[in-house]
């Protein structure tokens, strides 16, 4: 049973940084994206960062970036998502999730369905 658990979320003034964790577990092989979806009230919701959970291959939208950084631990069980220069349009749920047989760019371009979820954490970016 694969499960996925964000911890890191809080409140930042704007300006600021906060590193959000992803742990996974459960997954039988590593043919698996996994990273970060947000979801802000009265917004779509969208990628911000993936990456591989076989490689070191990564994507982040040409929004997100210059201040969204994916990384992993060497154990590849922990997922990082290093939030830099947070703005207030930056306050969302963000949620860790995971997709089998995609690339880091097809789902965070959310072309595809999410298979797992984690149940999310709050950033608040507010003065």
């Known amino acids: 049973q694969v499960q996925l658990v964000e911890s890191g979320g809080g409140l930042v003034q704007p300006g600021g940084s906060l590193i959000l964790s992803c742990t996974a577990s459960g997954f039988t092989s590593q043919s698996y994206a996994i990273g970060w979806i947000r979801q802000a009230p009265g917004r779509e919701r969208e990628g911000v960062s993936c990456?591989?959970?076989?490689?070191?291959?990564?994507y982040s939208p040409d929004s997100k970036k210059d201040r969204f950084t994916i990384s992993r631990n060497s154990a590849g069980n922990t997922v990082y998502l290093h939030m830099n220069n947070l703005k207030p349009e930056d306050t969302a749920i963000y949620y860790c999730?995971?997709?089998?047989?995609?690339?880091?760019?097809?789902?965070?371009?959310?072309?595809?369905?999410?298979?797992?979820w984690g149940r999310g954490t709050q950033v608040s970016v507010a003065s």
């Open positions: 990456i591989s959970a076989k490689d070191s291959n990564t």
């Open positions: 999730a995971a997709v089998r047989l995609v690339t880091p760019q097809a789902m965070c371009l959310l072309r595809f369905n999410m298979d797992y």
